[in-house]
């Protein structure tokens, strides 16, 4: 049987100058949509999982900035077996990504079924994740794009 999930992972919103934010929809749960999100190996620090992550489901080879912010969130009840017996929570930490214009990325998919480029108030419209859509509005009213 496979190790449980830690519950601590990275969420990496890629994002454009442009104001195009890259959602990916999930492979397992057609319809999510989601950014760059993984759970850390154990032992891995934060920002070397965001950078894994980040690669392995976009082929992007680049350091994500730490935005140094955590949230916890209750697990999904559908991934919740990935995780050890009574562990319903997970901490949470945001990094991002930007780069000059939108750009073809290759998915991994084991993990997603496809891309796309959204402006950035309709990908967090999109997004079920309320972690993910708070990380994509700050990114955006924080830069005076409202």
């Not at 994500?64 to 009574?86: M, N, S, W």
């Not at 945001?94 to 796309?116: K, Q």
Request: hydrophobic share 40%; with cysteine.
């Amino acid at each position: 049987m496979a190790a449980f999930r830690r519950p601590e992972s990275v969420l990496v919103v890629v994002y454009s100058e442009t104001g195009e934010v890259l959602l990916m929809e999930r492979d397992d749960r057609p319809g999510f949509w989601q950014s760059v999100t993984g759970s850390l190996n154990e032992g891995e620090q934060p920002a070397a999982a965001a950078k894994r992550e980040l690669f392995e489901e976009t082929g992007l080879d680049a350091e994500p900035v730490d935005l140094h912010t955590c949230r916890e969130f209750e697990i999904f009840p559908e991934f919740l077996h990935r995780f050890a017996p009574g562990v319903t929570r997970n901490l949470e930490h945001a990094f991002a990504l930007a780069l000059p214009w939108a750009v073809p990325v290759r998915l991994d998919l084991t993990e997603h079924l496809r891309y796309r480029w959204l402006p950035w108030r309709e990908a967090a419209a999109l997004t079920e994740s309320w972690t993910n859509r708070e990380v994509i509005e700050s990114l955006f009213t924080e830069r005076g794009n409202d």
